[in-house]
């Protein structure tokens, strides 16, 4: 077979063991981790549906391997737990029954151990413990290691990584990145020590060092072992890319696999994890100057999810392997795709950080463009329903694309009509923002797969009571969507004023000064867009505070982007649009004139009620789904779009 990214379908040998493929599954905290440190069976799901999709190995993430000294809410796995090894070996199966090959990341988090605080001075319950002692930032008092804990410690990573091997899992990660207890021994930042274990380079290493040979005594030659390298902590007071390179010739002898990323997690999240603002690929650059001091395979990662890309990483010698994290919950069968030519298919990462700010909110997981995530055991398979019926769907936005496809591939007739001459709704307009253009490319690719799957599109087209009559549908999806919240302020609807939701029409018509009016997510990345193009820029907000709708991930990188570019206006009431800016009123009470000669609004959307109303008794069955029903996120839409075509 002639595969379109040769390089990235060639098997590795790893130690003793071999790979399908270079593509990985990062590590990647599941859905249910139990009171006692168990691995739950949607954790085991979660991690099953990526050995499914095709990646060559698939890590569960972060096993504490020292709950006496970090009592983080991560797995553990100690036989006097009842079922914690059984469920890791529930677990190691799951995987490897598909053909990729199962590891366990075992990790400490030292001074970020979780705990419990009842005030800033107070803590109940665990200590903080690391290289060194010290006050973190958050107020918690951090106690230096003895070397009788530092034994423990070393022997306990041993201990864990053997019974790791018991339960099936296949290749051991040592997590020695991301500010983490192993990294804050090798980094200069958090290790002061006097005694062997700090000072030189040497000393700073031999914690790691130590843990190497402990997890090799218990598995034993042959067995893959991965060491997880932050190859800088990309801040002034760490450690640098020189420093990296030789803490990697430092514990290179003990490991089989160099796994190399980036920072620190407390300082730089956005580059440890890049976000939209980044560079697809920002973290390769450590993996490739590593790659050339080191013998041992080396693998990337960094906000990778185009095989165009990681087939010229691996084949350019930049890495022997690359990780996707984020790419593979968007899209489980990635690997597949490339494997099979269909790479076309790929539902691409949009770096949106739902699932991590799922994860933090609720201790779930979900993804905006994949319904399927942190909900695993609902069913990953699309059945044939018993009866084929015919399944109109109002509105080609992406709720209502997700809701044909689902229907379609259950083997009904489904005919989706869209009032404008291109599908994608509200995401129309992304495409004139370069940091949100995978979002704009999500339309296409889901259209791409409802067309495969059967979907007639029909473009130009509204969905009308006497449309649907004609039609004679069994099942109507009404997605049509919202529209652009425009409140009655005088000069609102002037020539100088343009529709957030229609800039991408008239990209050439802003001025270089300009109004946004509106300090919601949409406003905020319209202004900061504006601004990155060199123009001035004034965000005008009537509350109080910036993107209150944006997640708890992506939020405060966005205003660190909005910081650098964007002069802000909070508690400003707009009062009237002119030719030269926007008459507000201020906090004080005052009126104040913002300047600029466009001024986009961006004030919200509201459901088009009349639309839904209008349809909601035309069809046997109906559902209402998306911003149609209640104006909200993406990761709703296609949600209750899947659902909706699952129930026709």
């Not at 020590?193 to 218990?218: M, T």
């Not at 609902?378 to 044909?404: D, F, I, N, R, T």
Request: aromatic content about 6%; proline content about 5%; hydrophobic content about 40%.
């Amino acid at each position: 077979m002639i595969r379109r990214y040769p390089n990235l379908c060639i098997p590795i040998t790893i130690g003793r063991v071999t790979f399908r493929n270079r593509m990985f599954s990062t590590p990647l905290g599941g859905t249910d981790i139990m009171n006692d440190g168990c691995i739950g069976p949607k954790s085991t799901a979660f991690y099953e549906l990526r050995a499914k999709g095709g990646a060559a190995a698939v890590t569960v993430s972060e096993c504490m391997v020292h709950p006496a000294t970090d009592g983080s809410h991560a797995y553990h796995l100690d036989e006097s737990i009842l079922n914690s090894l059984a469920c890791a070996t529930y677990t190691a199966d799951a995987i490897r029954r598909h053909g990729a090959i199962p590891s366990m990341e075992l990790s400490h988090s030292g001074m970020y151990a979780g705990t419990y605080m009842t005030d800033k001075t107070k803590q109940k319950g665990l200590n903080q413990w690391s290289a060194s002692a010290c006050t973190r930032a958050d107020g918690v008092e951090v106690k230096a290691l003895t070397k009788d804990m530092i034994r423990d410690i070393v022997a306990a990573y041993g201990h864990v990584a053997g019974l790791c091997k018991r339960a099936g899992f296949e290749m051991i990660m040592i997590h020695g990145g991301h500010g983490w207890l192993i990294n804050q021994f090798f980094s200069p930042m958090f290790n002061h020590r006097e005694d062997e274990y700090g000072g030189s380079l040497e000393n700073r290493c031999r914690f790691a060092v130590e843990v190497l040979k402990a997890v090799r005594a218990a598995v034993g030659p042959g067995f893959p072992i991965e060491f997880r390298l932050s190859g800088s902590e990309c801040v002034p007071e760490g450690y640098d890319l020189d420093e990296g390179i030789r803490i990697a010739r430092q514990i290179e002898p003990y490991i089989d696999l160099l796994h190399v990323t980036a920072g620190t997690y407390q300082k730089t999240f956005g580059i440890t994890h890049p976000s939209m603002f980044e560079e697809h690929g920002r973290n390769v650059y450590l993996a490739a100057e590593i790659k050339k001091h080191v013998k041992v395979p080396v693998a990337t990662l960094g906000g990778l999810n185009d095989p165009a890309q990681m087939e010229e990483i691996i084949a350019s010698g930049k890495a022997d392997v690359v990780y996707m994290g984020r790419a593979l919950l968007a899209d489980p069968f990635l690997p597949r795709k490339v494997t099979e030519n269909r790479d076309e298919e790929i539902v691409r990462c949009l770096r949106c950080f739902t699932c991590m700010a799922e994860r933090a909110a609720t201790a779930t997981r979900r993804c905006t463009v994949n319904p399927l995530i942190g909900r695993e055991m609902e069913g990953s398979e699309v059945v044939p329903a018993p009866v084929k019926k015919k399944v109109l769907v109002a509105g080609g936005g992406p709720g209502g694309l997700y809701a044909a496809w689902t229907a379609a591939r259950r083997g009904h007739r489904v005919i989706l009509c869209e009032k404008e001459g291109e599908v994608g709704g509200i995401l129309r307009g992304e495409q004139a923002l370069p940091f949100k253009y995978d979002m704009y490319r999500l339309a296409g690719t889901y259209r791409l797969l409802a067309e495969r799957a059967g979907v007639e599109i029909r473009l130009n087209t509204e969905v009308t009571p006497e449309y649907v009559e004609k039609e004679a549908p069994d099942a109507l999806i009404v997605a049509v969507g919202s529209e652009p919240l425009v409140p009655p302020i005088p000069g609102l609807d002037g020539e100088n004023v343009i529709i957030v939701n229609d800039y991408y029409k008239h990209v050439d018509a802003v001025a270089d000064d300009a109004v946004v009016l509106g300090g919601g997510l949409a406003g905020c990345e319209i202004a900061l867009h504006l601004g990155m193009q060199g123009k001035k820029v004034r965000l005008v907000e009537m509350r109080d505070r910036l993107a209150p709708d944006a997640n708890v991930r992506h939020r405060p990188l966005l205003l660190k982007e909005i910081d650098k570019y964007v002069t802000v206006h909070l508690n400003h009431t707009a009062l009237e649009v002119r030719p030269d800016g926007v008459l507000c009123r201020n906090g004080e009470g005052d009126n104040a004139l913002i300047p600029g000669s466009t001024v986009i609004c961006a004030l919200g959307q509201r459901s088009r009620n009349d639309a839904v109303n209008a349809l909601m008794d035309v069809a046997p069955f109906v559902r209402v789904i998306g911003d149609a029903s209640r104006v909200g996120t993406i990761t709703n839409a296609v949600y209750w779009g899947y659902h909706a075509g699952m129930d026709v």
